[in-house]
């Protein structure tokens, strides 16, 4: 059964530093997202993406994030100067169809990033 | 402001029994609402997805049902098993691509 996978599954890395976390959609799915999850915390979106633009995005989405599909396949989140507060489990997800529909997303096992 | 707000927070049952999760959100424009499972440390997991026209929707011992009138959701299971113990997290869309989260009813199931 196809899969969103991410890498790396945790990255340690200094307050200050940029990362950048990969993901792999589904091969044939068209809707890309975003989302985090600090510890104890509720799931927040972050941002959904729809032929190589930005179609939504959340106040948390500042410009220290972006996002790019570089290539046919990868879809990664940049951030360009960690925070601590930045310390969250990420998760990247796919789906067929927009919002609009019965677009199921299917999430990825996570990114669990650690800023010290 | 846009917010989804779910009870109760945890909820231990027994083997077997049913129960039932709330959901209330104040999101506008609402273009859909989902209920998730999430295992702890995993990706959330989608169980449905319901338009404002729809009123109830199954999945297996799973049904959720729909008010839009009020703003309300609920999240019914049947006959509870213990791989059902994780976080059931209700989820509205607004304006189809922007979604806000719960925060999520731990559901813990006994033996």
């Known amino acids: 059964e196809p899969e969103v996978t991410q890498t790396p599954s945790h990255q340690v890395t200094q307050m200050g530093q940029e990362v950048i976390l990969r993901c792999v959609p589904i091969?044939?799915?068209?809707?890309f997202y975003w989302y985090r999850q600090i510890l104890g915390q509720k799931v927040e979106f972050l941002v959904s993406f729809y032929n190589n633009e930005i179609s939504e995005k959340s106040e948390i989405f500042d410009d220290q994030f972006s996002v790019e599909r570089p290539d046919g396949s990868n879809f990664t989140l940049k951030i360009r100067s960690t925070k601590l507060e930045d310390s969250a489990m990420y998760f990247c997800a796919s789906s067929l169809a927009g919002g609009n529909s019965y677009n199921e997303q299917f999430f990825g096992p996570g990114t669990r990033l650690t800023v010290l | 402001k846009n917010q989804v707000e779910q009870s109760p927070q945890s909820l231990i049952i027994l083997e077997g029994k049913n129960c039932t999760l709330q959901?209330?959100?104040?999101?506008?424009?609402?273009?859909?609402l989902r209920w998730y499972k999430q295992d702890t440390g995993r990706g959330p997991v989608s169980l449905t997805i319901?338009?404002?026209?729809?009123n109830t929707k199954s999945n297996g011992r799973y049904t959720a049902t729909l008010d839009a009138d009020t703003k309300q959701s609920s999240l019914h299971i049947t006959a509870s098993q213990l791989s059902d113990s994780a976080s059931y997290i209700c989820?509205?869309?607004?304006?189809?691509?922007?979604?806000?989260f719960g925060s999520g009813t731990k559901l813990n199931v006994k033996p």
């Open positions: 959901c209330n959100y104040t999101v506008s424009p609402f273009s859909n």
């Open positions: 091969s044939n799915h068209l809707y």
């Open positions: 319901m338009t404002f026209s729809e």
């Open positions: 989820v509205v869309s607004h304006n189809f691509n922007k979604f806000y």
